[in-house]
């Protein structure tokens, strides 16, 4: 079908599906919703793709039906499997392991990723060795290198670190013959970059789990809060955290004395409610209740 975008460009298995049923349907005006659940066997039911799109899982069984209603085969059919598979991963490993699959089996050379930029986000570490350089004066001296990142990283991973963040021009040696980072940047395409950086992110909060098992670690602070707000409170927070990063951004744009350590600063908002509103019928009469629990 002439206009399909091609699915090696996505990394969420919705929004393929919406845009795929778009350009279907400029094509043949007559296709809709009901001959996309006819194609999948289910000729009776009006709801079920509206369900998948809304966050409802894709059985196996269903998988394969999508795969023909969406004409796919080949590489195609098996980058689509893995990206349902990636998208509704419920562990961080069992995700890790479906995008490393969906790297390798991109075939668009417009969206395939660097890989050098794949292996920067890969592992969170790069980032530490990269931001330590600007501490310390060091030359080829990864066991160094890695006797100073927390948590431990082996010296042949402080080795490849190295390699990689020079190979990216991210680090250069001074006239002094010590690495030290540079102003080069990564550049990567607007959904990749997206994807890897959520890729890094779970890592990162990997790291605030295990902090968060050492009590009392020297320059650490680990701190939740459990509160129920409305959707305007919402959006004053996020705000609030919004000017929160910049000013630690201009912060560290602004110090002036030598930085001693690297850090990770985490800010999250995670919903651990339902949103009754769309659940049940009648949420907009439960009574409000203002409940607060911090840590």
Do not use: C
């Amino acid at each position: 079908m002439d206009g399909t975008p091609t699915i090696f460009a996505y990394t969420d298995y919705r929004k393929y599906l919406v845009d795929w049923m778009d350009a279907k349907q400029a094509i043949e005006r007559k296709f809709n919703r009901s001959e996309m659940h006819r194609r999948l066997g289910l000729p009776n039911t009006r709801s079920y793709l509206s369900d998948v799109l809304s966050g409802k899982d894709v059985s196996a069984t269903f998988v394969e039906r999508f795969v023909t209603a969406l004409e796919l085969s080949g590489e195609e059919a098996r980058f689509f499997r893995v990206l349902v598979r990636f998208n509704q991963s419920t562990s961080p490993e069992e995700r890790e392991l479906a995008f490393d699959q969906l790297v390798s089996l991109n075939r668009t050379p417009r969206t395939v990723l660097d890989p050098r930029h794949y292996r920067y986000y890969r592992n969170w570490w790069n980032g530490a060795v990269r931001a330590l350089l600007a501490i310390h004066d060091i030359g080829d001296e990864p066991r160094k290198l890695a006797n100073l990142v927390q948590p431990a990283i082996t010296e042949a991973q402080a080795k490849e670190s190295l390699a990689l963040l020079k190979e990216l021009e991210l680090v250069a040696k001074d006239e002094r013959g010590f690495w030290k980072p540079t102003q080069h940047t990564l550049t990567t395409g607007e959904g990749a970059r997206g994807e890897l950086v959520r890729q890094l992110q779970v890592q990162q909060l990997g790291l605030v789990q295990t902090a968060a098992m050492r009590p009392g670690h020297q320059g650490q602070v680990v701190a939740t809060n459990t509160i129920s707000v409305s959707d305007n409170g919402l959006e004053m927070i996020r705000k609030r955290l919004e000017r929160f990063r910049s000013e630690i951004r201009s912060i560290v744009h602004k110090d002036s004395e030598p930085a001693s350590r690297v850090h990770l600063v985490s800010l999250a908002i995670v919903p651990l409610t339902r949103d009754m509103r769309t659940d049940t019928p009648d949420a907009a009469s439960q009574k409000k209740s203002t409940v607060k629990d911090a840590a």
